[in-house]
Each structure stands twice: as C-alpha cells, then as structure tokens.
C-alpha cells in the first residue's frame, strides 16, 4: 500500500516511511486534525513533515509510526483509541480505512465528486463504501484524467 502525505501531498511508499500526527490541547481535549505525514528519516530531526505543528502555542502533537497502526494489532489500537477517546472518533474512522482497506486510499481524492456525479450511490453513510464502488470511483477517475 501506498498513502499521500496530509502536508506536502507527496506518495509515501512504505509504512516505515510514515507517522500519525495527532493533537490535543493543553486543556486534554482532543483537537482536530488526525494526519498520515512522512516520517523523519533524518537523524537532526529537522526532516519529515508537519514539525512544524510542533510551534502551535497550547497544543500538544502526538506524532507516532504508522506501521504501529498497521496489521490486526494495529487495527486494535486504533479501535482502543477511539473507544477511550485519545484519537478523534471521526478521523480515526477515516484513518483505519486509509490504512486497512484496500483501495480506500487511492479513491479518496475522488470520493466527494464521485458521489455528486452520481457515479457511486453510497449505500452507507458519507466516505462508507464497498469494494466495487471504491474500484467505481478509481476507474472513473483514470477515466476522467485520459
Ligand atoms: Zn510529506
């Protein structure tokens, strides 16, 4: 899997290559703004993106490998995160399908358009979708780029 950088919009090819950034505010609440960024490779620590986030007075970065968030335990820890409200409910829902299923993350980009296009009917709620509407919105979407 692949996944593209919530900050520079560039691809991140392996998972190692990957963190979640998270934020929460002095006062413990959970702000908004769950990101998969490009991990700091680099040993100075000025590398990788979204450091800069670290200078936003009153808040806190959570910043963690995102292949810790990968496979079954992976999975685990983010639905933990959510139950016992250390992530936020709604990214992190997006989050698991960024990491977990297949394709999500390709048809991402295309998902809003897709839908008011009418080439996908969602059948669940807004960002929800099977398999074949996900392989839908991607080949519209080459389609569309041709
Ligand atoms: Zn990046």
């Given amino acids: ?19 979640l950034m998270w934020f929460r505010g002095v006062d413990g609440e959970l702000r908004d703004g769950l990101m998969l960024v490009h991990h700091d490779n680099t040993d100075d620590e000025s590398g990788g993106c979204g450091y800069n986030y670290d200078q936003i007075p009153d808040v806190c970065v959570n910043r963690h490998p ?12 983010l639905l933990a995160n959510i139950v016992g409200k250390t992530m936020p409910t709604d990214e992190t829902m997006v989050m698991i399908q960024r990491l977990h299923i297949p394709q999500y993350e390709e048809a991402l980009p295309y998902m809003r358009d897709a839908v008011s296009r009418g080439i996908v009917i969602p059948s669940w709620p807004d960002g929800f979708f099977y398999q074949s509407q996900l392989e839908d919105i991607i080949s519209w979407a080459k389609d569309d780029q041709d």
């Avoid at 899997?1 to 963190?19: L, N």
Wanted: glycine share 10%; aromatic share 6%.
């Fill in 1 to 19: 899997m692949s996944w593209i950088c919530d900050v520079c919009g560039q691809t991140i090819d392996q998972a190692d290559e990957a963190d």
């Fill in 66 to 77: 995102a292949d810790a968030y990968l496979g079954a335990d992976g999975l685990m820890r």
